[in-house]
């Protein structure tokens, strides 16, 4: 079993839907939640940090973490062409950090 | 702040000639940085690791003779391609670690002929 795992997708949405991006993982070492959004051609941009199960909030972006399932998330609200982007989880232990494959998410217009 | 840049963005170079990526934390210091490797529509692939004043610690599979990496001060990191082959370009994208986060460059495109 693969230490995180993502579906790559692509995840296709029309503009103004809730959008749901999710990471399973099975080392449950890790300690710290990052989601990053990764435009064409250009290097990732780390997009919210969490360290604790719950819900946390930035704009129209909430990270959840549930740490008894090995499950966190990504919620876009209001979803924009401009969100059309793949989308990295990530998460780390001490001595490490993995990604995700990513989720190559369209919104449609 | 945690500004990550990449000298150059974009680089085309002959086959079996050497190309050199510069990675820069422009306002902090980062003891540990990190080279990936991207193809197209694929994910990130760690290269290496890169700790400031050592060497540097690669990944199963990565030739450290022909992926050369220095991290000789605590804001820049550069990783030289050598006798590069059309095969080995590709979208190079380094990152910087702060505290927790790691905070990544633009990428450099290496375009092989």
């Known amino acids: ?49 969490t360290y604790s199960s719950g819900n946390k909030e930035d704009g129209r972006f909430t990270a959840q973490v549930d740490k008894s399932s090995k499950y966190i998330s990504l919620f876009i609200r209001d979803s924009q062409p401009s969100d059309s982007a793949t989308y990295l989880c990530a998460m780390s232990a001490i001595d490490k950090i993995i990604f995700g494959k990513g989720t190559r998410l369209h919104i449609l217009p | 702040g945690a500004v990550v840049s990449q000298h150059p963005s974009w680089v085309i170079c002959k086959s079996g000639t050497s190309v ?11 003891t540990t940085m990190f080279w990936y490797r991207q193809f197209p529509k694929q994910s990130l692939m760690l290269m290496a690791t890169s700790n400031e004043g050592s060497k540097a610690t690669y990944e199963q599979g990565v030739e450290k003779d022909k992926f050369l990496i220095n991290h000789a ?4 990191s550069t990783l030289t391609v050598t006798s590069a082959h059309p095969e080995d370009s590709s979208f190079y994208i380094c990152s910087a670690q702060q505290g927790r986060e790691q905070y990544f460059g633009p990428g450099t495109r290496l375009t092989v002929t």
């Not at chain 1, 579906?7 to 503009?15: F, R, W």
């Not at chain 1, 959008?19 to 064409?40: E, I, K, P």
């Not at chain 2, 001060?73 to 820049?76: E, Q």
């Open chain 2, 73 to 76: 001060s605590l804001t820049l």
């Open chain 1, 1 to 49: 079993q693969k230490e995180v795992e993502q579906d790559p997708g692509p995840l296709s949405v029309p503009e103004g839907a809730i959008v749901s991006l999710n990471c399973t993982y099975s080392n449950s070492a890790f300690q710290y939640f990052m989601w990053y959004r990764q435009y064409s051609r250009k290097g990732p941009e780390l997009l919210m940090y």
């Open chain 2, 20 to 30: 050199k990526i510069e990675c820069r934390s422009l306002d902090f210091q980062a």
